[in-house]
């Protein structure tokens, strides 16, 4: 009886939710009809007419809208992913830090966490951009015939990254690393002491009994954490238009402009994003079965 009224239960919810779109998406058509309009695709086969600072494949003015926003989701794709896999090595290094016995890399750590969650992304963009990287006058060498940094970006073992992408790069990997540092910190310390005292019992150095013995038993806790904050810094990289970095919010809103299409143009969007998002979720959803398993060996 109890089953027969939850079916019926989540049918008339299911139901609801059905209705509620329908009459929404009838609404939408309605008045993109009085208004002369109604939702066409056709135009994403015309010619985009303008050029890109930055794309993947091969791309010219000529080309149409279609193949200008899948240059936008190309280029969001290489800067997320690269965010991430920055922003996951400075969050496991801070977040490590925070919890070990060194006093003065302690408290540096949790400086750079409080500093960079005080401060908004945008503005950590804007500064990287005209600070990081605009403000340069000559050429300088971090590290010789490996790094190099100018006004026109960043050269890495020959790899030529334009001024947007490594403002972009670098603010989206500060701010999501200053995060996962948290998210690290609190997987760590959410193994039981007594597992510490059990390695150190049996003479293993700290740095061993973290590897070994604390970090397999803290990562079921981290990895849900973990993939909301690489959900996060997808979003976030739509802030890309502050400093001029052509993702796909920026070149969707340049075709939005210049057509007039707005709710084909943010329908393509929100689709974009969809496919980003699932496939990090997939990602991560993988990620997270091979370390369960692992662990249960």
């Known amino acids: 009886m109890e089953r027969r009224k939850a079916i019926v239960l989540q049918g008339a919810i299911c139901a609801g939710i059905f209705l509620i779109l329908a ?5 939408l058509s309605v008045n993109l009809l009085r208004a002369g309009l109604g939702i066409n695709f056709g ?60 006093i003065l890399i302690g408290l540096l750590s949790s400086a750079y966490v409080s500093l960079i969650r ?14 990081g990287f605009l403000s340069i ?30 403002a972009l790069l670098l603010g989206l990997s500060v701010f999501t690393g200053a995060y996962i540092s948290e998210v690290v910190r609190g997987g760590i310390q959410s193994v039981a002491k007594g597992q510490w005292e059990a390695f150190r019992s049996l003479g293993l150095s700290e740095t061993a009994g973290l590897y070994k013995v604390i970090m397999p038993q803290a990562l079921p806790a981290i990895l849900p954490g973990l993939t909301s904050q690489y959900l996060n810094l997808a979003k976030n990289s739509t802030l890309a238009i502050a400093v001029g970095y052509a993702d796909i919010y920026a070149i969707s809103d340049t075709v939005i402009t210049q057509t007039g299409r707005a709710v084909e143009g943010f329908i393509l969007l929100l689709t974009g994003f969809l496919f980003l998002n699932l496939i990090i979720s997939n990602l991560m959803e993988i990620i997270n079965t091979l370390i369960l398993k692992f662990i249960k060996r």
């Open 118 to 131: 005080q401060i908004p992304l945008l503005l950590q963009l804007m500064f990287w951009y005209f600070v």
């Open 137 to 166: 006058s000559n050429s300088f060498y971090p590290i010789n015939n490996i790094v190099e940094i100018s006004n026109q970006g960043l050269i890495f073992l020959g790899f030529n990254f334009s001024a947007e992408f490594s």
């Open 43 to 102: 135009w994403l086969l015309r010619p985009a007419g303008f050029a890109l600072a930055e794309h993947s494949l091969k791309y010219s003015p000529s080309d149409s809208y279609l193949w200008a926003i899948f240059m936008g989701w190309l280029n969001s794709l290489k800067v997320i992913f690269a965010s991430l896999l920055i922003a996951t090595i400075i969050g496991f290094l801070v977040g490590i830090a925070r919890t070990g016995n060194n």
């Open 23 to 27: 009459i929404l998406i009838n609404n």
